[in-house]
């Protein structure tokens, strides 16, 4: 019987790179086209992840659309999202690494607000592509609006909302030609410094989005 091959886990002090390009403090973002894309069969079929990636930048169409494939306002008044999430608590804030900074996404008002003037791409993950793709989502639990839920169902909670938000974007990525992959073998300790969270908020796990460089493709 063959051994499981490991991958070795090295803690890296990496250090966010300068900035590409203007840090805009708000990027304002179209409106999704909601008609757009694959039927859900469709999406389902083609779904798969990707682990290279073309640096070519992201249209602003693309961005909005997955960001709020991820967590946008589906209903009126701005209570229903995308995604599910424990008592409706929205539990998880979604960030966009871009080249030209870190960026907090705002699903009521559809835009980025800038939150670091540096390109932190290479923090977000141990694998080599997390740098050269265009976008990585970094999916941040925000512990202090779950104080109703129960300590020990707080990190389930956390992730299963997290997830749902990522298969939303594995979805919007197989319909729109792009790749996405998920991922957890990161430094969460020294992305969060890096991202400034308080101490109520953790990265749960990145996910790697851009244009396919080639068939870089795995079934899982």
Request: charged fraction near 20%; proline fraction near 9%.
């Amino acid at each position: 019987m063959n051994e499981l091959k490991r991958l070795p886990f090295q803690p890296v002090k990496a250090l966010p790179r300068p900035a590409v390009g203007p840090s805009e403090r708000i990027i304002a973002l179209p409106e999704p086209d909601r008609t757009s894309g694959l039927p859900l069969m469709g999406a389902l079929w083609q779904r798969k992840s990707t682990r290279k990636f073309d640096d070519q930048t992201l249209p602003p169409t693309r961005l909005s659309e997955l960001l709020w494939a991820a967590a946008g306002v589906n209903r009126a008044q701005g209570a229903g999202r995308t995604a599910p999430s424990p008592h409706g608590e929205n539990v998880i804030d979604v960030y966009a690494a871009l080249p030209s900074g870190l960026y907090r996404y705002n699903p009521v008002h559809h835009y980025l607000q800038l939150k670091l003037a540096a390109d932190v791409r290479s923090l977000t993950g141990y694998q080599d592509f997390v740098g050269m793709a265009p976008l990585d989502i970094v999916y941040v639990a925000n512990h202090g609006r779950m104080l109703d839920v129960p300590p020990k169902l707080r990190e389930t909670f956390a992730a299963a909302a997290a997830g749902a938000m990522a298969q939303n974007v594995y979805l919007y990525c197989a319909s729109a030609g792009l790749g996405a992959v998920i991922r957890g073998w990161l430094n969460r300790r020294q992305l969060a410094e890096h991202m400034s969270l308080n101490e109520d908020e953790e990265p749960i796990f990145s996910q790697t989005i851009g244009y396919p460089a080639d068939d870089g493709s795995s079934p899982l």
